[in-house]
């Protein structure tokens, strides 16, 4: 039974991951074809995140009422209602519109997923839960690149939802088989009283930056390899997998050695090798080949930082209080999802899309500095309880 339902929970995992890098990889020829500015992906995934943070700040509700499962699958097939919406989209204002259950679906599973392993299993399975993640982040730009090189990006994503679909049918059946497990039982403490804990502020701020970082790279790789390298759009859209392919080899790495070395120093190591990544992509050299690298060297940093805040919070602030903080840093993510990408885009269009290694790097330095301090403030916290 905890080896089934652990199965489950990466095959739902492979799910959330599939969509999150499509828009990016298809944007570049999307764009064009909708007639609208290359800034405007940034109003897309704005619905998209808006609809993330709401169904985050519910999600600890919702699990607790109708349990992890049922949540999960209701996700889904909100994601696959979206991604066939995209599919038959011919006007910029569809996209908006079919956003909406796009980002609905994300949130509240991320959450309840999230927070389920970080209570229940190991600092491993959150490393290798979000290495599955990434197969699905690494499988969509694919799609899209041939369905770009060979149809049309409406296929890319008829393609990709027709997979969701199948996840979505697969957990569905499954169901009921672990259905006595699915919920998340006690009094949630809140957001309002999650809030007010020592540290939290800090940590939904580190979350943040890490976040606005990590959404930058993933929805702009591909218009940076086409805007500042002279990329075909077909290529760049699968040159945009680098990063992917960095974060879910990294997580498969961090799941190994994450349980000996633990969530801080983890994030430590990660955030080291994810600066090394940056100054790579400051390089002065015109060749691809060194933001290619660049792009997977950034990728690998960025891998056992998100799982290892996620998997560190009911450590720094008590098992009782993890759902409710989850879902509040989930929230603190999307909102740096939804705003700092759009504003590199604009920043983009007025300056040049060279500017990117600057613009992560500020962010990961607030990242960094905003955890470090949160893990601080907790450990001061256990000394004095003691």
Known sequence: MYIFLLILIYIAFISLGLPDSLLGSGWPVMHTELGVPVSYMGIV????????????????????????RIVTVASVFLTVIALFGFSFSGRFWMLIVFAV????????????????????YKAKHMSWLHCFWGVGTI???FIMSYA??????????????????????????????????????????????????????????????????EATTMQWASTYFVEVKGIAADRAAGFAALFYIGITAG??????ITDRLGDRKMILLGTGILVCGIFILCLPVES??????????????????YPCIIHSTPYNFGAENSGAIIGIQMASAYVGSTFIPPLFGLL????????????????????????????????KEKVVKI
């Open 45 to 68: 995934s704005m619905v998209i995140s808006g609809g993330t943070i709401i169904s985050s700040l519910l999600s600890d509700k919702l699990t607790r009422k109708f349990g992890t």
């Open 101 to 120: 259950p796009y980002g609905l679906g994300a949130g509240a599973i991320d959450v309840a997923l999230n927070n389920y392993i970080a209570l229940h």
């Open 139 to 141: 499988v969509s730009p």
């Open 148 to 213: 770009l090189a060979n149809r049309t990006w409406n296929s890319g994503y008829r393609m990709v939802g027709l997979i969701q679909l199948g996840i979505a049918l697969l957990l569905l059946v499954t169901l009921p088989v672990n259905q006595s497990t699915s919920r998340e039982d006690g009094k949630s403490v809140g957001l309002t009283g999650a809030l007010k804990i020592k540290g939290v502020p800090f940590l939904l701020l580190g979350f943040f930056a890490y976040c606005a970082a």
């Open 251 to 256: 997580r498969f790495i961090s799941g190994i």
């Open 288 to 305: 691809y080949t060194v933001a290619f690298a660049a792009f997977l060297v950034i990728g690998l940093g960025c891998a056992p930082i």
């Open 348 to 379: 983009g269009n007025a300056v040049s899309f060279s500017i990117l290694p600057v613009y992560l790097l500020g962010f990961v330095v607030l990242m960094i500095t905003m955890v470090e301090t949160t893990f601080r403030i907790t450990r």
